[in-house]
């Protein structure tokens, strides 16, 4: 019954995280789907789970039986965080622990124990910033493994001050065309998987710079003195008085001067990518983001990007059906998939978890089944 | 009988305004007399008119969870459709108090007392930039919303001292508007948004909020979208605090912005 | 929702209007300093939201309130580590209003509801524990929330003595029975529909993942016909290539599922049934729940006002019950000083300089050098009335006064002269005006400087004489001036800040090497010759960059943008003296302008040739 090889579940378990984001590239890339499969062999292995969403998902009509499906079924035991206008009717198995000052649409959020299992919507809350608390809180009372629903199309609860690490779901909704499905996917993988800086210097500076919650350059002063014997050069960095490029991509780079990288605090928009890449054209030029889901990029930016925070990718669902109900095959679309990842250099596993598919191509220790 | 619980789907109206739910619980559609759940179909098949044609019809309206299926009429339209009017019952009722309305939650209050409750929470006037956003030419929505005059006789945010109004106009790009915010250290942020071709206005106001988390800003404005498609939990969906849609008056706006940031300001 | 409402109109106080009408309640920095009084608790919030200034005829209210504070501070003294435990009790308290909102509109409390009074409950009972530590008796009595050991008990089986809340199988064995069977059932239901799926895996030869969902590609055409012959089976979807199955209860299962949903149904009942009851019964403890939430409320509120207290070492003011010209005067403070101010003065380093001053008269006069802090004098007599009166503890080591209808602030034009900003000034002194048959704390900051000077003057003078003949009500003005004769002319109290000790500076016989720290590298001599025979001359520098009271730069700071360097100002800061002092008719002008001019910089010839102008002591 069992295909040999690793499944999803053994991907998040072998990775030694204990919050992971399932965040979807379009709508209907079966997301949901994704997190009950996780929710119902985690706990299978006796894992208490914490479940938590970023937002709030379109309530979904289940195919078969004309009802509305409740997004999750926490099993007895698991540390659940909704709404209390989602609790009426479904909300008499949880024992409430506490009731957060967050206000979610639908009143304020709860976070109670599943005394039975229960089947629920998940509301989240606002904000990155409250769900990262909540995240914690989970953790705090003892769930093994928080598990967070990104809502939507939404990347913000991949943020690593959010999740230790990611699953990304993607699939026929994200693009009908496969090679341009497969494209994307792989652009948004690179994209997500940028790395620290290469220089241990630099990389210590930008962490500290993103922290001052300023724009910050990084300067790279060539010690003359020590010229003769062997090149040294020391970082140093400075801080501007913005805290933002938005909007002044211009000033910001003028001000560059000789810095070896900028260090920006919050959104990295195209537009500041764009400039960035004319500056680079001149002189070594890195651009470090706090983390990749504050970069905004439509296409590969032409300029050396790196983070203060990389973001941990685990795998990737695939759904090969998109929302018209228009499906590719599956194992077609995974492998194409798999083969896209592999060609941008960070090779993931790939999985659908409705046909059993997957691809590990490139991905070490991933053993065919 | 069978219950249906809420649909989250198109369930806001775009008033929106609180209101409490009636008691009487169980709900089907009117025929002739409360709750016999009789409803009329319309809908062409691709079938040559005749009794092959009406028995797919019947069968149709079961699928749509019609018992007694009845074709009332059918027309020939050309030579290989037809058109058919039916009418059947349905047996599961919509259970009133399961039903989640994401509605924005405020009290209609007027211009002096959306003045004060600002006044008495922030104790300045609250910063609210507007603007029609990605390609969206259109500012009618948001003028009305805005503009010291306001439109059927209601006065505009302008119009109150509860507000500092900046209205960046349309066309304005997310970061630009994100900057804007910061600059002005805005309290609330209302975006006019016509949703036409669904992907490319959506993936605009997700993109909006995505900024704003990236900025760090997101938990620092009240964040609301209005126009003509918007419903509010639509809005909701989209990561936005609230929703507006058609035929929302300045009055409307206004007294959400003040209760919601009284509400943040005493949780 | 009508606009008289009460919740929206909190900080209008009289019919008249309000009694610190906001840009006032700014400029003085009270709306800051309010706005730092911050309850941990929703009910503290609500508590603080309903807090109203203390007006004529209340004295005896307001002396209760700060009774009450200033036990709580002594106790608070006492027991600091009792203190910061109640405090994080306060934290977790949760609102409960709105669960009894609900009680008495007779609805069925929510889980969360239920929760948030189990928490209520577990609230009051450690603060009550607390309290009695400290000894009971020492506490104000609406700071003590009554028990709640009734509704507690009620809780009891939901909560488990945890902060928690629960429909447990104690509230009722049938429930109990109920999910004991629902249990089992579902328990069985799960085997045989792995058996199930165990065997349509078996005789289809393919998989069914966890989602209980398989996908069959169309091509297959047996395999999908076999399929949908299965009751297992059911179709969900089709796609261009796949055709998908879900696994259904068939049979044995099917039947199950059935007693399943039943089991459900009636647990959900029960469980409603629960709630109606236990709802019903809380109901009738409502009365105690509001007790208890509203003392909680007012502990909370009590404690943020107490802190603020102990954070700037605030003393209790003296109220004296009636009001007008009683002797010795009308208001009087010593050493007080302006919170913000002072931070912002210690924050770079500076010293802050305190004030004392004594108004017995309806108009009494404040004038100074520039930079002298005038403004920040006046604000701080303002700040302290409406601290006191809105019952907090007030900044300065003795305050003796009685209780003003209304406070009102206007704030200096000088930055923007010119007829408009002058006409915008008289448009706002109609506002006191109109209100002259009540107690007003009349604050003005240089009105008419945006004029001529000459007409200005005239109509200062005549604003105060005004004042002088026609108040009734036991108002007092004060007002700062450049106009150095203006308390003369009047015949009114005039209080002078000491400024630069003209030791400090001998203007006539410097040159500018010896007397100015402009010259940088005497700037060290001047600070270290600084010996107390110069008296008077403290270190202090009250009124810099930023160091204004409310959201507007005074016009005293704003002189620094326009002056020499850094270090001038540094000097002057060091060297002005803040001290009020009160001057008869025959005080001699002091030439602070010329010796801040001086201190600044300007060129020695300059200074010389306007000595000629305006002699000393002319």
Known sequence: MRETGKQLVDVVTGSGVRSVAIVGTAKNVGKTVAMNYLVSELSAQGLTLGLVSSGRDGEAIDAFTGQPKPSVTAPQGAWVVTAEGVLRGSGSGLEIADVLGTQGVFGRLVLGRAAEEVALELVGPRSARELSAIVSKLLELGADMVLVDGAL??????????????ILATGASLDMDLEAAAQEMGFLVWLLSRPEHPVDAVAALAREAVESDKVCFIDACKDTEQRDTQQHTTYVLRITDHPTVLGIEDLILEQAGDAAAVVVPGAVSQAF?????????????????????????????????????????????????????????????????????????????????VSGEKSTEGVGGMAMG | ???????????????????????????????????????????????????????????????????????????????????????????????????????????????????????????????????????????????????????????????????????????????????????????????????????????????????????????????????????????????????????????????????EVSRRMLN | MTPGNPRYTRSRHSATGYFLPPSTSDHLGFAQIWASVKPRSAPGRRAKAGARPFLPGTEGALEGEFDRLEAVVKLWDGNPAVFSEILGI?????????????LRDGQVLSLAELFILANLCACVRRIRGLQAQTGIAGWPGTAVPPGLEPVEDLLAPGSQGQPRFYISDAYSPALAE?????????????????????????????????????????????????????????????????VYFRLIPARAAAKREQELTMLKQRQSEQEAQVLRELSLELRTHLQAMEAASCALGELDFLLSKAELARAMDATRPVIREEPGHTPPSDLMLRDAFHPLV?????????????????????????????????????????????????????????????????????????????????????????????????????????????ANPSQGRALYAALLQYYMENDKAGSTVLATTHYHGLAAALGVPHWQVKGLATASLDLAGSSGEEAGPGAETKRETWAESDTPARAGTKDGAQAGTGAKPG?????????????????DIGWLYRHMDYTLQKVGPDTPTPQDALVVAKALGLDAEIIDKALKFHPRGG
């Open chain 3, 178 to 242: 109920t999910r004991k069977m629902r249990k089992q059932a579902q328990e069985m239901w799960q085997e045989q529909m792995a058996e199930q799926a165990r065997a349509v895996e078996q005789s289809l030869g393919i998989r069914i993942s966890e989602t209980g969902e398989t996908a069959m590609r169309k091509s297959d055409h047996d395999l999908i016909e076999k399929a949908r012959s299965m009751p297992e089976l059911g179709e969900t979807r089709q796609t261009l290539t796949h």
């Open chain 3, 90 to 102: 306060l934290e977790s308290l949760k609102d409960p209003f709105h669960a009894m909102d609900l």
């Open chain 3, 551 to 567: 959201r507007h730069t005074e016009p005293e700071a704003r002189a620094q943008a326009t002056a020499g360097t850094r270090d």
């Open chain 2, 1 to 259: 009988m069978e219950t249906v619980m809420g649909n989250g789907n198109g369930q806001a109206t775009s008033g929106g305004r609180a209101a409490n739910a009636p008691h009487s619980d169980l709900v089907l559609p009117y025929g002739d007399q409360r709750n016999d759940g009789v409803v009329q179909v319309s809908f062409t098949l691709p079938v040559a008119a005749g009794p092959l044609a009406e028995e797919a019809a019947r069968q149709t309206m079961k699928l749509m969870g019609l018992e007694d299926p009845q074709v009332a009429e059918a027309t020939a339209i050309g030579e290989e459709f037809t058109f058919f009017v039916g009418y059947g019952k349905l047996t599961r009722a919509v259970e009133l108090s399961k039903l989640r309305v994401a509605a924005p939650m405020w009290e209609e209050l007027d211009q002096a007392a959306v003045n004060q409750l600002v006044q008495d929470t922030l104790g300045r006037p609250m910063v609210v930039v507007g603007a029609a956003t990605g390609s969206d030419a259109h500012t009618v929505g948001l003028d009305a919303i805005l503009n010291y005059k306001g439109f059927a006789g209601n006065r505009g945010l302008e119009a109150y001292s509860a507000f500092k109004v900046v209205n960046m106009g349309s066309q304005v790009p997310n970061e630009e508007l994100v900057a804007k915010a910061r600059e002005l250290g805005a309290d609330a942020i209302l975006v006019s948004q016509v949703v036409t071709e669904r992907n490319v206005h959506l993936a605009n106001l997700t993109n909006l909020v995505e900024l704003l988390e990236a900025e760090g800003l997101r938990d620092q404005v009240v964040l609301v979208v209005g126009g003509p498609r918007i419903t509010h939990a639509l809005a909701i969906e989209l990561g936005y605090d609230a929703g507006f849609g058609p035929s929302t008056r300045p009055q409307d706006v206004a007294s959400y912005l003040a209760q």
């Open chain 3, 342 to 450: 002072k931070d912002e003065v210690e924050s770079r380093g500076g010293k802050y300089q305190r004030i004392s001053i004594e108004l017995d008269s309806t108009v009494s006069v404040i004038t100074g050098p520039n930079m002298g802090g005038k403004t920040v004098a006046l604000s701080t007599v303002g700040l302290c009335v409406a601290m006191a009166q809105w019952g907090l503890m007030v900044p300065c080591s003795k305050m003796e006064f009685s209780l003003y209808d209304f406070i009102y602030f206007q704030p200096g034009q000088e930055q923007t002269p010119g007829l408009s900003s002058f006409a915008a000034e008289i448009v706002s002194l109609k506002q006191p005006l109109s209100r002259m048959g009540e107690r007003g704390l009349i604050l003005l900051d240089e009105v008419g400087r945006g």
């Open chain 1, 153 to 166: 199309d939404r990347m913000a609860a991949a943020s690593p001050k959010v999740t230790d690490a990611v």
């Open chain 1, 273 to 353: 990518l764009d400039k960035a890449r004319a500056w680079a054209k001149r002189r070594e030029f890195a651009v470090i983001a706090g983390d990749a889901v504050s970069i905004f990029a439509t296409k590969r930016p032409g300029v050396d990007l790196y983070v203060t925070q990389p973001l941990k990718l685990l795998a990737v669902t695939v759904n090969p059906v998109n929302w018209l109900g228009m499906s590719h095959d599956p194992r077609e679309m995974v492998g194409a998939i798999g083969a896209s990842l592999m060609d941008v250099g960070h090779p993931l596993p790939v999985f659908d978890v």
